[in-house]
């Protein structure tokens, strides 16, 4: 959703003009960034909080120059969303993986995949054991 259709949307569901609305979110959002500037974080209910988080400077190694570089100290500004929120988008896409997988070639790919993770995991267990059980018996290998 771009700025034009979020404010045509807001605008049909509070019953209020699209320049009417354009100002009211401008104001909002204006607000936002002041808040940010001052190092301020924002919380949006039933949404999220903005907080702006420190980055400390950094070395970097570029593989193409095969140079070592140095990224400055930053301020970024970082989304936490709420429980509600997350539980909301969490159920979202639950739903478009139960579409998915109800394709039958999907579905036997998915069954093969957990028979693998299975077969592999029993493969570790042993080894798991067996190190324990060295161990154990006082043998460190």
């Keep these: 959703m771009n700025n034009k259709e979020f404010i045509a949307a807001l605008s049909a569901e509070?019953?209020?003009?699209?320049?009417?609305?354009?100002?009211l979110v401008s104001t909002i959002l204006d607000g936002m960034g002041d808040a940010f500037q001052e190092g301020e974080g924002v919380?949006?209910?039933?949404?999220g909080?903005?907080?702006?988080?420190?980055?400390?400077?950094?070395?970097?190694?570029?593989?193409s120059t095969q140079q070592r570089m140095l990224v400055p100290p930053?301020?970024?500004?970082?989304f936490r969303p709420n429980a509600e929120?997350?539980?909301a988008l969490k159920k979202k896409m639950e739903?478009?993986?139960?579409?998915?997988?109800?394709?039958?070639?999907?579905?036997?790919?998915a069954s093969n995949d957990d028979k693998n993770i299975e077969d592999k995991s029993k493969?570790?267990?042993?080894?798991?054991?067996?190190?324990?059980?060295?161990?154990?018996k006082g043998n460190k290998k």
Excluded: C, W
């Design 14 to 23: 509070m019953g209020y003009p699209a320049s009417t609305t354009q100002r």
């Design 43 to 47: 919380r949006v209910e039933n949404l």
């Design 49 to 63: 909080t903005f907080e702006t988080r420190k980055k400390l400077e950094r070395i970097i190694f570029n593989p």
């Design 74 to 78: 930053k301020i970024v500004l970082g």
């Design 85 to 87: 929120l997350k539980e």
């Design 95 to 109: 739903e478009k993986d139960i579409k998915k997988t109800t394709d039958n070639t999907t579905v036997k790919q």
């Design 123 to 136: 493969g570790v267990n042993k080894i798991i054991k067996r190190v324990t059980a060295n161990k154990k």
